[in-house]
């Protein structure tokens, strides 16, 4: 049998494992430093929690999980005989595959609220299922790192979650520009231009903007019957204005609220220093329709990628369990498009790529127990260090060295034993060195 | 809608996930010492792959995906007229969820061979999905630590994993006893005591014995027709022997391959100074039936409880991948169990249960936007702290920093602030200390 993996999914090699670990150390850090705690949510959720979370779409690219043993036993004969794959399949299945992790954050505070405090700040770094069209650099399993407040309507969150992600992009070395804008401005700004009841439709449409242009935009709103004065209204107001024009307009109290509240955030991040910069972008919409109040989002500069991040604020994150009026506001870090981008760039350490700094070779059977001796106590003093475990031809061995990317090969034949030394090649320059058993670690800078 | 989790599963709150880590970590930082490369493969498997595996039991246990969109589509129709779910099932589901790490790696090494370079060392910590009854202490979801070594049969690897071991419960400072045996030297036995033919049955009592004891275990084979004789015979010959006794008797080929390679293994052990005590255990039997060597298992000291860890070595990892003739040998840390034994013992350091050491309280709305500043300054500086949000009683403020177990709280009132300072409490013991803003982190140790 050839082994395969399903498609959308895939393996990953230890150089990716200790890139992508690279990644995930330095937000990790970045999130418990700023008081973000790590939380777990099973892989797998009751449909109930998931279902109708994420709109039609979503519900379709839900992985379901057929119950396990007789899962006909209980489908009623004339359901079954009706042969509706969309009605049989509640019968059958009772859980799915997490689809992000903020449905299951909501589901696990409203579960565990007697144990946690608000305000209650978490992080979560985990994989999500997505039945996705494969595409490049699309797959169905992928990994989300969160960071949510729950619990407070204060502004401050929003600051915090700005420096958050400076932090992280600052560490890696990663320069971004963070994009600001405000549900409610949004809101307003599309009421006084009259199309206040196709919302939903109007944000979804600026947030294709950046693909698009106006002009596109403009043919398409047309097409979709939208007020041709309105549309000239609208892209004048989301046109590169600033907050301060668009504060002189006084158009409405939504308008004026988003205004005061991205004003109050940029003040505040502009008196912290940042390494990236933070700007109003009236364009910015976000398709989520879940969030009510600042929205953000990291573009990566000089680079031609979407949003590496993005977030906002969500007035009523729990509401669907039964416990309303908990506002939130969250972020997430896009860590698959974070990981290409610093390939491309070639910002990972070198060190990341090389399977180790040092690989002990015997060049005789009888030398393994001696090698073999230094070695453990090599790795009681916190050293990773490397042995090749059987006898094998010298020319194998540094083959083999060679291709694991080693910096440091510890030759040991009879003499060596006999001298209680080893024979230390630097794998690059081909330098060689004896040295006593005792003093390796002291001598791997050669 | 009352939010609830599938049976088996559960959420993790943050000490918990502080306290898994800290088991994750020391275990992660031994397989790095140690060699053992982090690999990840995807949670969903073809069952292709898995079914077939891991006994019928196993395939039972199995959780298996529904196929996405109109699943139903292409089942003939007098298979679905038919009703049974065990020959639907094939037909509507492709994927499973990983059952544990051996058979994904050994898929892995078949599919990436021409990027990995044997021996490869391998490690993994991952969580697999079983749908086990759910008892107290048995999860659907559960993690798995493992390492492998694949591509040499060298004892050498074998010494290897018992000094990783070691090295992982001394860091835990949980003292264990790692026990020893043979597929061979069992197989050997129980040919010699004339119960070849049924040498997978013979071992699965023997696997037994701990919970039964002699008594009951022969009782159940007198009942399952096996000779009283031989019994006797197979009873003598596993109940405390030493090594050296049991070479006296030079049985056959298999007891005398077995001892050697055991003698081997427990004199270059007992050359490495380690920790914890190594013995052969001649009852041990181990489940699994694709081990073929070397089988370990790893007991806690003073503890009512099962192995906490186990592995073996298999002759033929990858030959139903088509790819034969690849040995292999590994461990597992059984993760769940080391928890509970570590809880129990009050093995976790103090510091993982509090969420913090210091947070910040503004007694003024006034002073928050200056509170927030010093904030900042102390996290890029590496320090983790807290800032309440909002303006709030203090009463409130000082009860979700005690329920919350940081270790100090700064004070900052519009005092603190024209003064440019803080007052620093100690939550322990109610002392208090008034510091300037820039000095903070040199005085959390009052």
């Known amino acids: 049998m050839k082994p395969s993996l399903p498609k959308g999914t895939r393996d990953y090699l230890p150089a990716e494992i200790r890139k992508r670990n690279y990644i995930f150390d330095i937000i990790r850090d970045a999130f418990h430093r700023f008081g973000y705690e790590p939380i777990e949510t099973p892989a797998m959720e009751s449909l109930q929690t998931l279902t109708g979370k994420y709109g039609d779409e979503g519900?379709?690219?839900?992985?379901?999980?057929?119950?396990?043993?007789?899962?006909?036993?209980?489908?009623?004969?004339?359901?079954?005989?009706?042969?509706?794959?969309?009605?049989?399949?509640?019968?059958?299945?009772?859980?799915?595959?997490?689809?992000?992790?903020?449905?299951?954050?909501?589901?696990?505070l409203v579960m565990n609220r007697n144990q946690l405090k608000l305000p209650f700040k978490r992080s979560a770094i985990q994989p999500v299922w997505r039945a996705d069209r494969p595409q490049r650099g699309r797959y169905q399993e992928f990994y989300q790192c969160d960071a949510d407040i729950a619990g407070t309507a204060s502004l401050y969150s929003e600051c915090e979650l700005?420096?958050?992600?400076?932090?992280?992009?600052?560490?890696?070395?990663?320069?971004?520009?963070?994009?600001?804008?405000?549900?409610?401005?949004?809101?307003?700004?599309?009421?006084?231009?009259?199309?206040?009841?196709?919302?939903?439709?109007?944000?979804g449409l600026i947030d294709k903007l950046d693909k698009m242009g106006f002009e596109k935009l403009g043919a398409e709103m047309g097409a979709r019957g939208f007020d041709p004065k309105g549309i000239k209204n609208l892209f004048r107001l989301i046109q590169d204005p600033t907050l301060s024009e668009l504060k002189q307009d006084s158009l409405n109290e939504l308008v004026k609220?988003?205004?005061?509240?991205?004003?109050?955030?940029?003040?505040?991040?502009?008196?912290?220093?940042?390494?990236?910069s933070v700007v109003f972008d009236p364009t910015l919409a976000r398709g989520l329709s879940y969030y009510t109040g600042c929205i953000l989002e990291v573009v990566a500069i000089d680079a031609n990628m979407g949003?590496?991040?993005?977030?906002?604020?969500?007035?009523?994150?729990?509401?669907?369990?039964?416990?309303?009026?908990?506002?939130?506001?969250?972020?997430?870090?896009?860590?698959?498009?974070?990981?290409?981008?610093?390939?491309?760039?070639?910002?990972?350490?070198?060190?990341?790529?090389?399977?180790?700094?040092?690989?002990?070779?015997?060049?005789?059977?009888?030398?393994?127990?001696?090698?073999?001796?230094?070695?453990?106590?090599l790795r009681k003093g916190g050293l990773a260090c490397e042995f090749y475990p059987e006898p094998a031809k010298i020319n194998k061995m540094m083959s083999y060295a060679n291709d694991r990317g080693f910096d440091y090969v510890a030759l040991v034949g009879l003499d060596e034993m006999n001298a209680s030394k080893v024979t230390l090649k630097n794998m690059k320059t081909g330098e060689q060195k004896s040295v006593n058993s005792t003093e390796i670690k002291d001598n791997l800078n050669f």
């Open 59 to 108: 519900d379709k690219l839900l992985f379901k999980i057929i119950n396990n043993g007789d899962f006909l036993s209980d489908v009623p004969e004339d359901i079954y005989l009706a042969r509706e794959s969309k009605d049989l399949l509640p019968l059958i299945a009772k859980r799915g595959l997490r689809y992000d992790l903020t449905v299951p954050f909501a589901r696990y």
């Open 162 to 203: 700005i420096q958050l992600y400076d932090s992280v992009f600052a560490a890696l070395k990663l320069p971004v520009q963070i994009r600001l804008n405000h549900r409610k401005l949004l809101q307003g700004i599309i009421q006084h231009c009259g199309m206040g009841e196709r919302f939903s439709e109007v944000a």
């Open 257 to 276: 609220t988003g205004i005061e509240e991205l004003t109050l955030i940029l003040d505040l991040s502009s008196r912290v220093g940042l390494h990236n």
């Open 307 to 377: 949003s590496i991040g993005g977030g906002g604020r969500y007035d009523d994150l729990t509401g669907s369990f039964g416990m309303p009026g908990i506002p939130g506001v969250g972020i997430s870090f896009g860590a698959e498009r974070i990981y290409d981008l610093m390939e491309e760039k070639g910002l990972f350490p070198d060190h990341l790529q090389s399977g180790g700094k040092l690989i002990f070779l015997s060049l005789d059977a009888e030398c393994m127990s001696y090698t073999f001796g230094i070695l453990m106590d």
